[in-house]
Each structure stands twice: as structure tokens, then as C-alpha cells.
């Protein structure tokens, strides 16, 4: 046999071998990817019965933690940029929670170090409450401006998942 059809041989054996390795890499893949979303869709749609009926078994997530009750809650944890203050709790249920804060959002101009705040007082709700980790989690934060002011960009209401990525993130907090 001549030296290039060793080659050439040589390199059709390597090319099976790596494109085998990447097929059983993508079946793996693909069964890992599958149990994650049959967990996750366990995790967003509980059953009802696991929901707890006692109002302070209820929890939300400032961050990646899990609380009760916060006083605060950061919606941009990175930089701490958008975040509601100084919350004061009127009710606190499984199913939701009502309160009034203070919204206070960096302008970040001329940059986010030396950006200026904007605050306005706000009513807070926390609802779509799932089975997650063995607590009921509050995972939807509605803000909505309670004495006329705006918003960024005009804005006067704001929804936001705040157990989101601590949930994807499978934090144990």
C-alpha cells in the first residue's frame, strides 16, 4: 500500500473515531438536557397540594436568597442599580404579598459609578407562588408607582421574576 492511502486511511479512522465520540456526547447531552427540563417544568408547576396553606411559610428571593418578609429586595443584584427599599408588608400570604416601598433606580449617567438615583414610592406585590426546594416561593415582584411619578422611560409599572435565577442556578439558599 502506498503511503498516501496510509494517510488517507489512517485519517478516515481518525474522522469515524471523532465523530462517534461527538455523536455519544450529544446523546448524553441530550438525555442531561431532557431530566433538567422535566425537573424544571416539576419545579414551575407544583402540584397543589404542595403549596402550604400557613401564611409564614411563605418565601421570596432577594438575590439568590431565599427570605421572608425583606425589607428589601434587589432586582439587578450585580450592581445593585434597581432595587426596592424601606418595604413595609401590609399582607403576606402562600398565594401573595402587598406592600408599599421605595423604588429607587441608578440613572447611570454620565456612568453607573457617578450616576444619580431617581426614588419613588411604590406599591409592591409578590405573587405566582411554586414549589421550589421545599418552600413556597413568591417568585413575580409588580411594582407600580403609588404617587404619580414616572419611571425610567416613562415607565409606572414594573414586573419582574425575581427567584428566576436562583432557581436556575439550583441554589440551595
Not at 488517507?8 to 441530550?30: E, K
Not at 407544583?46 to 428589601?72: G, H, M, V
Not at 413575580?140 to 416613562?154: A, C, M, N, W, Y
Request: hydrophobic fraction near 40%; proline fraction near 3%.
Amino acid at each position: 500500500m502506498s503511503k498516501s492511502r496510509v494517510a488517507i486511511t489512517a485519517g478516515a479512522v481518525f474522522l469515524s473515531a471523532a465523530l462517534a465520540v461527538m455523536l455519544v456526547n450529544i446523546q448524553q447531552t441530550d438525555q442531561s438536557l431532557e431530566s433538567t427540563s422535566k425537573e424544571a417544568l416539576s419545579t414551575v408547576n407544583p402540584l397543589s397540594s404542595q403549596i402550604a396553606k400557613q401564611p409564614d411559610q411563605a418565601w421570596t428571593y432577594n438575590c439568590e436568597f431565599a427570605e421572608q418578609r425583606p425589607k428589601t429586595i434587589l432586582l439587578t443584584c450585580a450592581d445593585g442599580g434597581w432595587l426596592v427599599t424601606e418595604i413595609r408588608w401590609n399582607s403576606w400570604t402562600t398565594n401573595s404579598a402587598s406592600g408599599v416601598g421605595v423604588y429607587s433606580e441608578n440613572q447611570c449617567d454620565p456612568d453607573c459609578a457617578s450616576g444619580v438615583r431617581i426614588e419613588s414610592k411604590v406599591k409592591v406585590t409578590l405573587s405566582n407562588p411554586i414549589f421550589h426546594k421545599g418552600r413556597n416561593i413568591l417568585q413575580t415582584l409588580d411594582i407600580k408607582v403609588e404617587d404619580g411619578s414616572q419611571l425610567r422611560g416613562g415607565r409606572t409599572s414594573l414586573s419582574w421574576n425575581i427567584a428566576e435565577f436562583a432557581i436556575r442556578m439550583k441554589w440551595d439558599n
